[in-house]
């Protein structure tokens, strides 16, 4: 069983920048993949970032150019830089964890974009 807890999130102007992180109870470096994913009220859940064991890295096409993920294997933790926040990236975001068959969520931080 592997424990994710987010961190990070809080109440940001547009424009603005925060940086999440997800530290893992388990060896993130076994992980196939580690990904974010948010979610805003009404909407379905969607992918924002995923980086992978081998170090392949995707995002979502609204986050694209400017959010980064990166992570620390020592640390057991992964990161998601958020740079020139829009209204539209409030959401609760979370950081999901894959290995094999199995999914691993942790319980999601609060990102609130707004003047």
């Known amino acids: 069983q592997v424990q994710l807890v987010e961190s990070g999130g809080g109440l940001v102007q547009p424009g603005g920048s925060l940086r999440l992180s997800c530290e893992a109870s388990?060896?993130?470096?076994?992980?196939?993949?580690m990904a974010w994913y948010r979610q805003a009220p009404g909407k379905e859940r969607e992918l924002v970032a995923r980086?992978?064991?081998?170090?392949?890295?995707r995002f979502g096409d609204p986050v694209m150019g400017r959010f980064t993920i990166s992570r620390d294997n020592a640390k057991n933790t992964v990161y998601l830089q958020m740079n020139r926040l829009k209204p539209e990236d409030t959401a609760v975001y979370y950081c999901k964890a894959t290995k094999n068959e199995y999914e691993y969520w942790g319980q999601g931080t609060q990102v609130t974009v707004s003047s």
């Open positions: 388990g060896r993130i470096v076994s992980m196939n993949q």
């Open positions: 980086i992978t064991s081998g170090g392949y890295i």
